[in-house]
């Protein structure tokens, strides 16, 4: 695989994972995460708004590093460890939403359904092949 096409498809994970950045604001609303867990004890709403922020935080730096340093994922052993990685994380998450998420919520929304799975399977697909480059 030519590199300048890997790096090219780093790139593009890193516009994903920015536009998955923006997807955790908006489900946040649309979701009704205040509404919710309004009825949570206070340290369990806490934590699960702590766990959101980290994984926003985790998700930007990850795009920040394909946008700004894709070469980084794939010129080192450690890059290409943290890049396969990210293709297992990646490929679990497409594991969970479908044998985890509501069946039936995921046919009601079915587009938003296909378009995140569509989406991980990419990132996955990206970074494994970022791990295995020669």
Not at 89 to 106: C, G, H, N, P
Request: aromatic share 14%; with cysteine.
């Amino acid at each position: 695989m030519n590199v300048l096409f890997l790096e090219i498809g780093l790139r593009i994970a890193g516009l994903m994972l920015l536009g998955l950045v923006v997807a955790n604001f908006v489900a946040a609303k649309r979701l009704q995460y205040a509404y919710n867990l309004a009825g949570s004890a206070t340290m369990v709403r806490q934590i699960f708004y702590v766990h959101c922020a980290y994984i926003i935080a985790i998700v930007s730096a990850l795009a920040l590093l394909c946008l700004g340093w894709p070469e980084l994922l794939h010129e080192e052993t450690m890059g290409r460890i943290l890049s396969g990685f990210f293709g297992l994380f990646w490929a679990s998450r497409v594991i969970v939403q479908l044998t985890y998420y509501d069946k039936e919520v995921r046919r009601k929304e079915r587009a938003w359904d296909v378009f995140f799975l569509a989406i991980f399977a990419l990132l996955s697909t990206v970074f494994t092949l970022a791990a295995i480059h020669p």
